[in-house]
């Protein structure tokens, strides 16, 4: 959790941009080393060096970060080279669905995100995508349908039915080359193409580890309104943003903060670190986190990784030696949903979260040092742009769960109010 003093924001951006500089001189540098030698050992300290530099400018803005040693540095630099950086994209591909029919029909759709762009919108590209996508929906019913939850049978269907006729229809918009449709259409498919996949989901596909099952969980997703005010800003005065909690994947995280949310824990709380780097908030005026009865109630670390059936919990990947395993959620998208915690204690979060302002020159993806060290739980999906003008003193007005709450289970029951927010730190 972090309780140092928020720093100058100008300042840090500017030191951050600094070291930023030297940075990729350094990582310059370490490549020129590196093809200077046709050594393994040689090579593989070379690419260290450089991605410790870039490690060391994101640590500058961060919410208070361990050191990761060489080893993990190199081993993140395998990471795929083109990340999905996309809130939504991120979250469909979250969901805990096998088949293989719809997440073929997905990649075909999402794809067309990069004919989008080329100049000109590449139209060969997004004809082929819609033309696979609409095959496979025609010809591969039986196989998706097979997939659907029996409770939701009847939405499956007329979900895969109004997918087909928004294919049908962005045949013509291809046809016509209408570039200002292709996206709407575009994202009009992936909408429903997510719903049938939620529809696969046959109630919580796994049990939480029985020292944890007591605590607030969410089992699903929720969707939050997350309402801000922005003073002494001449462009906008704030508005609201639209976070969805994944509990799929984060169930205990993403419990807590709904429960804290429907307890109005953060309602008229100011924010309290906007650095460039993160946005933070959710730190009582009484000790750092919520509590109850006078004790802090703090949360395990908690990360769920690709392939595995139940979240990692109580140690960071590097701790336990995965160091190519790849967080369900990770730190991809602008407005990444995290908790806050103290540097040396994995398990000490507890109702302060912070928002990822992410940049690809301080966090570029592969190489950043907060996959698998903090708890994500969830993305900004709409509104992102309000994370930018966000400073210290400025206010969430109120956080509001607007879907998804009947997901959560063992709420707090006859909680004590709210404590009065922490003052504005200088």
Do not use: W
């Not at 080279?81 to 669905?97: D, G």
């Not at 590449?122 to 097979?146: E, P």
């Not at 739980?377 to 109120?398: A, P, T, W």
């Amino acid at each position: 959790m972090v309780t140092t003093r928020v720093p100058n924001a100008p300042f840090a951006r500017s030191r951050a941009m600094r070291t930023t500089k030297q940075s990729h001189r350094a990582h310059k540098r370490a490549l020129v080393e590196a093809r200077a030698s046709n050594a393994g050992d040689r090579a593989r300290d070379a690419a260290t060096k450089g991605l410790l530099a870039i490690a060391a400018s994101a640590c500058v803005c961060a919410p208070s970060f361990a050191s990761m040693d060489s080893r993990s540095l190199f081993e993140l630099a395998g990471l795929e080279a083109n990340p999905i950086t996309n809130a939504k994209a991120l979250l469909r591909n979250a969901l805990p669905v096998q088949n293989k029919e719809i997440r073929a029909i997905q990649k075909y759709l999402e794809s067309i995100s990069d004919d989008l762009r080329v100049p000109g919108v590449k139209f060969s590209g997004v004809q082929s995508s819609v033309n696979g996508s609409l095959r496979i929906v025609k010809d591969q019913k039986d196989k998706i349908m097979s997939d659907v939850a029996p409770s939701k049978k009847a939405d499956g269907e007329k979900a895969l039915k109004e997918l087909e006729d928004v294919l049908n229809d962005f045949q013509v918009v291809v046809q016509q080359k209408d570039k200002q449709e292709v996206p709407l259409q575009q994202q009009k498919a992936l909408s429903l193409v997510g719903r049938i996949e939620e529809d696969m989901i046959n109630g919580f596909p796994y049990e939480v580890p029985a020292k944890f099952a007591d605590r607030p969980l969410l089992k699903g997703r929720a969707t939050v309104n997350m309402k801000v005010r922005i003073n002494n800003n001449a462009n906008t005065t704030g508005g609201t943003m639209v976070v969805v909690v994944d509990g799929y994947n984060a169930p205990v995280t993403a419990g807590n903060f709904v429960d804290l949310i429907n307890q109005g824990f953060y309602d008229g709380m100011p924010i309290q670190r906007s650095d460039g780097f993160v946005v933070q908030s959710g730190k009582p005026k009484k000790g750092d986190g919520y509590q109850v009865n006078g004790k802090e109630r703090s949360l395990p670390l908690e990360i769920m990784v690709q392939g595995d059936k139940v979240p990692e919990y109580e140690f960071t990947l590097e701790d336990l030696g995965r160091y190519r395993a790849q967080p369900v959620l990770p730190f991809n998208a602008f407005g990444t949903l995290s908790m806050a915690r103290r540097e040396s204690e994995p398990n000490s979060a507890s109702s302060q979260f912070f928002f990822l302002l992410r940049e690809s020159e301080l966090t570029p993806s592969g190489t950043n040092i907060l996959d698998g060290r903090y708890s994500t739980f969830g993305y900004v999906i709409e509104n992102q742009e309000l994370l930018r003008d966000l400073k210290v003193d400025d206010e969430i007005v109120s956080m509001k769960v607007v879907s998804g709450g009947e997901n959560l289970v063992n709420a707090t029951k006859n909680a004590p109010p709210p404590a009065p927010a922490a003052e504005p730190q200088e």
